[in-house]
């Protein structure tokens, strides 16, 4: 079944097929692929192509450019029910669909027109790259530098925690163009990663969302060309900023698909496990456990949705949206932290899927702004009105 089967409206009832689709997808064919890559820690993207014919790569690319022009609040329940099953998936095409509506948005025509009907077809994953080995949540102190050379520009440096760093084909890079310390050091360069002067290793270890790829790079003398810049000159850390803005909708969607499946599964196990001749969900610690929960995640999803709604409106939503990514995303921990403890000792092992659930959602606390940028975020926010 393909969400492309039937014409795309923006009707509600068309969005509740979509989500339902998705749903039914993600539950029926990728728990076990993530299952797989979180034991092998093997990336997820050997699937791209049946993310494509779902029409999952083009969510938030407009129809004109064969995508499917979702808005904001479906796409956020899209990512959801995508990360209820395999969180690894949800960031992969999170990720690369931030990136679709970046192009949208900034790149220069004949560029936009030409790139944007690639995203939706197979071998043209995209990513973005901006953190490095001494520049996390300090974007401006990132070293790597693009050096004006004829028809474009050559990056030099090196970026860290770069997301479908190994397969993705088209990334977004910040690199200095301008003295450090001016006003415009910054811009945002599309890079055609497919070259020698892109080196990638895989980062392995990692605590979870296993798989998703993460990759180290070098860059020595990738060449970028001159139409590929996105925006003007020095409006790098502007894009960055306000895509990552996006980008934690995405994430604390992300966060709360995982939540949702470890409160489904710490239900189910409750009503199963029997302990002094009774299911423990009779007992009220699990019923509390069970109820905060499922308080938490509608709470998350009504943040979420609000974010996302103002998204849609062409409204600033830099506050709710880091609102939506600290709440879910720490809920999500205090939820898969519940789903491991009602498990007890069958929670502990890796046979038992909130083993796994409980080691991916502690990443969503950290990437796209940790849980401490967002508090920043709010305040200033709050402090400026």
Request: glycine share 10%.
């Amino acid at each position: 079944m393909s969400v492309l089967d039937s014409p795309i409206d923006h009707s509600v009832e068309a969005h509740d097929g979509l989500v339902q689709a998705v749903r039914e997808f993600a539950r029926s064919e990728l728990i076990d692929l993530d299952r797989r890559c979180d034991r092998e820690e093997s990336s997820c993207c050997v699937e791209f192509q049946r993310f494509c014919e779902m029409g999952l790569t083009g969510l938030r690319i407009p129809e004109s450019f064969g995508g499917l022009d979702c808005p904001a609040v479906t796409y956020a329940h899209l990512i959801r029910e995508l990360a209820y099953a395999s969180p690894s998936v949800a960031v992969t095409l999170g990720v690369h669909n931030m990136v679709g509506e970046i192009i949208a948005k900034y790149a220069h025509e004949p560029l936009r027109s030409e790139l944007l009907p690639k995203l939706v077809e197979p071998d043209n994953l995209t990513g973005f790259a901006i953190s490095e080995p001494d520049a996390g949540s300090d974007t401006a102190a990132a070293k790597t530098r693009a050096e004006k050379v004829a028809g474009g520009w050559k990056l030099f440096g090196n970026k860290m925690w770069v997301t479908n760093g190994m397969t993705g084909r088209w990334f977004c890079v910040l690199a200095r163009t301008g003295e450090v310390g001016g006003k415009d050091d910054f811009s945002m360069l599309l890079l055609d990663a497919r070259q020698a002067g892109v080196k990638r290793a895989m980062i392995k270890g990692k605590m979870g969302i296993r798989g998703s790829e993460t990759a180290e790079w070098a860059l020595d003398g990738a060449f970028v060309p001159e139409s590929n810049m996105l925006g003007k000159l020095g409006d790098g850390r502007r894009i960055g900023l306000t895509s990552l803005g996006g980008g934690r909708i995405g994430i604390a969607s992300q966060a709360l698909g995982i939540a949702q499946a470890c409160l489904d599964e710490m239900a189910r196990y409750a009503r199963q496990r029997e302990q002094f001749g009774r299911p423990i969900a009779d007992f009220q610690a699990i019923q509390w456990m069970i109820a905060d929960s499922a308080t938490e995640i509608a709470a998350a999803q009504q943040l979420i949705d609000r974010a996302a709604a103002m998204k849609d409106a062409g409204r600033k939503f830099a506050r709710e949206g880091s609102m939506a990514k600290l709440f879910a995303s720490e809920a999500a921990n205090r939820i898969a932290y519940r789903a491991v403890q009602v498990h007890g000792g069958s929670g502990f092992v890796n046979d038992c899927r909130v083993e796994q659930l409980y080691r991916d959602a502690r990443i969503t606390t950290i990437y796209e702004g940790t849980s401490e940028v967002q508090r920043i975020v709010i305040s200033r926010e709050l402090v400026r009105e």
